[in-house]
T-cell receptor, first 115, second 110 residues
């Protein structure tokens, strides 16, 4: 099982450029999440999705958009990248059934630098 | 604002010693989870404790939860160099969403 796969693993962008980060999970999970992690800090929730076709804002949504067209994929978009968006981005997924007792499963992250 | 806050921020011990890290949170929770993050990698789930549980064990890990004090502790016994990592607590308050603390960085010296 691949679990949660994030692509790309590394990317360098110039200010103002746009890009899309892809997250794919093969566990048939309903819930998916995008977090960012800045140096020495924990994870902050950007956007999340409770099912195909639905998305919701997290703690730090500004400057990002997401889409969940297929259950297994969750895309994070940066329309006009800014240096403040330099960070490590993590995707995670978790099941709906028995959610009270279920942890999140994480990908290995995308390291994004905005110059 | 962060729901979970870990203490200490950094901990350095010798191999074989026990490591204890604490997590405090602010609101009522459904469960509390502990995760480990090795350098350059994603988070790996260690243990989940529900709000109606007080203590849980998994191998060398022992987690306690005190809902009256809104706090949890993670004890790693007989630590190994391979336990060197950052440890995060996460609180779950509604369906599927968890809030993470800033983590404790553990260094185990061989």
């Amino acid at each position: 099982n691949a679990g949660v796969t994030q692509t790309p693993k590394f990317r360098v962008l110039k200010t103002g450029q746009s890009m899309t980060l892809l997250c794919a999970q093969d566990m048939n999970h309903e819930y998916m999440y995008w977090y960012r992690q800045d140096p020495g800090m924990g994870l902050r929730l950007i956007h999340y999705s409770v099912g195909e076709g639905t998305t919701a804002k997290g703690e730090v949504p500004d400057g990002y958009n997401v889409s969940r067209l297929k259950k297994q994929n969750f895309l994070l978009g940066l329309e006009s990248a800014a240096p403040s968006q330099t960070s490590v981005y993590f995707c995670a997924s978790s099941p709906h059934l028995g959610w009270e007792n279920q942890p999140q499963h994480f990908g290995d992250g995308t390291r994004l630098s905005i110059l | 604002s962060q729901q979970g806050e870990e203490d200490p921020q950094a901990l350095s011990i010798q191999e074989g010693e026990n490591a204890t890290m604490n997590c405090s949170y602010k609101t009522s929770i459904n469960n509390l989870q502990w995760y480990r993050q090795n350098s350059g990698r994603g988070l790996v789930h260690l243990i989940l404790i529900r709000s109606n549980e007080r203590e849980k064990h998994s191998g060398r890990l022992r987690v306690t939860l005190d809902t009256s004090k809104k706090s949890s502790s993670l004890l790693i016994t007989a630590s190994r160099a391979a336990d060197t990592a950052s440890y995060f607590c996460a609180t779950n308050t509604n369906a599927g969403k968890s809030t993470f603390g800033d983590g404790t960085t553990l260094t185990v010296k061989p």
